[in-house]
């Protein structure tokens, strides 16, 4: 396996674990979320959108980790993608669409894991590419 490779598998269980996190503040107190994520309109976070958002929080968490332990799983690789771009598009559209977030330190973290995991798994993408074409030579 490629050191990037082995990197980008750290890097996402890193960020799993931390969204883990997430999720249990999630649901021990949703003025997490008043606080930290949606300042711009902390009367709309409730419990209820709050345990829903640790509920998401924690699949992705969980989707992540599956895909660090077995990074060369084509399906679950573009899963993870996905959930990450999900992300990207959710905190930015809560910004910049809904105004319930300011760019803060609490939505800039997130838009920041997401675009770097973003680009660390298109970059993945290629050595997965490369580590595949070398298999099928060494079987021909």
Known sequence: ?????????SW?????V???GNTLQSFRDHSFLSEK???????LVNGLQARNFGVWTLLSSVIRCLCAIDIRNRTLYYITLFT?????????????IYHTAALTIGIMAPLMVASFSIMGMLIGLQ??????????????
């Open 12 to 16: 996402l269980v890193m960020v799993s």
């Open 18 to 20: 931390i969204a883990a």
């Open 84 to 96: 990450f771009f999900l992300a990207l598009v959710h905190f930015l559209s809560e910004v910049f």
């Open 1 to 9: 396996m490629s050191r990037f490779l082995s990197v980008l598998r």
């Open 127 to 140: 050595y997965l590419e490369v580590e595949a074409l070398s298999q099928n030579k060494k079987k021909n």
């Open 37 to 43: 994520l949606y300042t711009a309109s902390p009367g």
